[in-house]
Antibody
Framework: QVQLVQSGAEVKKPGASVKVSCKASGYAFSTNNMHWVRQAPGQGLEWMGIVDPRGDSTNSAQKFQGRFSMTSDTSTNIVYMELYSLTSEDTAVYYC???????????WGRGTLVTVSS | QSALTQPASVSGSPGQSITISCTGTSSDVGGYNYVSWYQQHPGKAPKLMIYDVSNRPSGVSNRFSGSKSGNTASLTISGLRAEDEADYYCSSYTGSTTWVFGGGTKLTVL
């Protein structure tokens, strides 16, 4: 069965960066894009970006361009996202999600809590 | 890209039907038949309930249905059950490999 296992919670100081991993299993990793979505405490879902594991082709929401990167490693079936220049407003649960090839996210990781605090 | 507009909350009694709206623009909801709906229980990851406006993934109850008219998509849940109480989010493809979510709707089963 499809599983997306994310790395553990992180606590970062303002101005730092954070890197979150998402290990995929149960499907052909290279044939499906991966989304990143975040959710601030008590808030809604926010789409951040998408990465094609075959060649690291990415696209992200305009809001994050310039301080957000996504990479993938097809040898380990892991996708990474890195967010730079963190502020308290980046405190959120970050989810990876497998693209369902119908313009949706059909499987989700359990989320990684990133807390930004001085 | 602005978030799609959903009502903050809806409620219904067991057995009743409710509808959640999701309003966007001709650049997202109105421009593509790629609207999805997700259910999220507290502390859990979202779950795909509807894709391509009105299609249900395998395993999702047929009590859940989706539709679209112009720039507004809708999720209808019939025969409400206690376990349907959750947050619901719509999402739309917006072109150029980008997506947008709605602000979310809290469903209360009375």
């Amino acid at each position: 069965q499809v599983q997306l296992v994310q790395s553990g919670a992180e606590v970062k100081k303002p101005g730092a960066s954070v890197k979150v991993s998402c290990k995929a299993s149960g499907y052909a990793f290279s044939t499906n894009n991966m989304h990143w979505v975040r959710q601030a405490p008590g808030q809604g879902l926010e789409w951040m970006g998408i990465v094609d594991p075959r060649g690291d082709s990415t696209n992200s929401a305009q809001k994050f361009q310039g301080r957000f990167s996504m990479t993938s490693d097809t040898s380990t079936n892991i996708v990474y996202m890195e967010l730079y220049s963190l502020t308290s407003e980046d405190t959120a649960v970050y989810y990876c999600g497998k693209d369902g090839q119908h313009y949706n996210v059909d499987y989700w990781g359990r989320g990684t809590l990133v807390t930004v605090s001085s | 890209q602005s978030a799609l507009t959903q009502p903050a909350s809806v409620s219904g009694s067991p057995g009743q039907s409710i509808t959640i709206s999701c309003t966007g623009t001709s650049s997202d909801v109105g421009g593509y038949n790629y609207v999805s709906w997700y259910q999220q229980h507290p502390g859990k990851a979202p779950k795909l309930m509807i894709y391509d406006v009105s299609n249900r993934p395998s395993g999702v109850s047929n009590r859940f249905s989706g539709s679209k008219s112009g720039n507004t998509a809708s999720l209808t849940i019939s025969g409400l059950r206690a376990e349907d109480e959750a947050d619901y989010y719509c999402s739309s493809y917006t072109g150029s490999t980008t997506w947008v979510f709605g602000g979310g709707t809290k469903l209360t089963v009375l």
